[in-house]
Each structure stands twice: as structure tokens, then as C-alpha cells.
């Protein structure tokens, strides 16, 4: 009584089955992560825009309540995430006051952050206002740093301005 295989079994179907599922999902889920992303804008996140270090001439622009950014790399329009709070921008006077910044109209749109990035690697130093609390962004070195008060974030502005003037005097 000899019996010949004409098909696969249950079990060796569903093995099959299983191996092809997970080989697609390897491919697929790998596929997924090249494909290009916006870069989602946060406010410690904004000098490490790798998009910005490779750029000769860089802006970062949001407008409509920081609800739409978008960078201006090179002069081309590139599009950002737009995971920006609704922000306020200031500055120091040479009183050493801080002013709020107005940064205009774009395509009659109001503009609520243009944050400039320079070949150098430097970007703008300012102080970003959202959800109640204070960033200062240095020019140059440190990293993002938050206070409670905006006179608080100006003082910090104001000694990052004094340790950056009295470096030179060492040489």
C-alpha cells in the first residue's frame, strides 16, 4: 500500500505562510524608514537640523502661528514638520532690554520665527517665548537652555554676551 504525495500538508502550508509574513514585514517595515520624512521643528531641536548644516545660506520659517514651517536651504523651499508652539521672539536692546521681535509678513502670512542658520555654523541668538516658559538659544556653543521668567533668560543672555566678549582677552 504504497501512498504518493500529491500536495503539501496543513502544517508546511502554514510554515510557508508564517516565513513569507515575516520576510515581507522585514522588507516592508526597512522600506518605511528610508522613505523621506519631514523633519518635525522643536524648540531644542532647532540648531540640530541636519538639513541646516549642510547649507550655505539657511533659514528656518514659520508662519500662521508657527502652525507651517518650512526651511529656505540654498534659496529652494524645503518642507519641515510643523510641530512648532505658538511662540514669541525676542532680543536684547543695547540697554540690554529684551524687545519682542516682529519678523514681518510672508506671502500675507505673519511670520512668527525666522531663525537663520550662517556658514560658520552659528545660527540667530534669540529667546524663544511658548507655553509659559523661556528658551534661550546661544549664537554659537551650549545647547538650548529653558527658564522660568524672561528676565531670567535675559541675564543668561547677558553673561553668555560678557563670557563671549572676555575670551579673547586670555591671548
Not at 76 to 91: C, E, N
Amino acid at each position: 500500500m504504497s501512498r504518493t504525495r500529491r500536495g503539501f500538508s496543513l502544517i508546511e502550508l502554514i510554515i510557508v505562510i508564517l516565513i513569507a509574513s515575516l520576510f515581507a514585514a522585514m522588507v516592508f517595515t526597512t522600506i518605511s524608514i528610508r522613505k523621506p520624512h519631514e523633519e518635525n521643528v522643536g524648540i531644542h531641536q532647532l540648531k540640530a537640523m541636519p538639513m541646516m548644516a549642510e547649507a550655505i545660506d539657511a533659514d528656518l520659517v514659520c508662519t500662521e502661528k508657527c502652525q507651517t514651517c518650512f526651511a529656505m536651504v540654498n534659496g529652494k523651499k524645503v518642507p519641515v514638520g510643523s510641530q512648532m508652539p505658538p511662540l514669541k521672539a525676542y532680543i536684547l536692546d543695547d540697554g540690554g532690554s529684551p524687545v519682542e521681535v516682529d519678523f514681518g509678513r510672508l506671502e500675507d502670512r505673519p511670520v512668527c520665527l525666522r531663525f537663520h542658520f550662517y556658514p560658520n555654523g552659528s545660527t540667530s541668538q534669540m529667546i524663544l517665548e511658548a507655553h509659559d516658559r523661556f528658551y534661550f538659544i546661544p549664537s554659537y556653543f551650549g545647547k538650548i537652555e529653558t527658564f522660568e521668567s524672561l528676565d531670567a533668560a535675559a541675564e543668561h543672555w547677558q553673561k553668555y554676551r560678557s563670557a563671549l566678549d572676555t575670551m579673547g582677552t586670555y591671548y
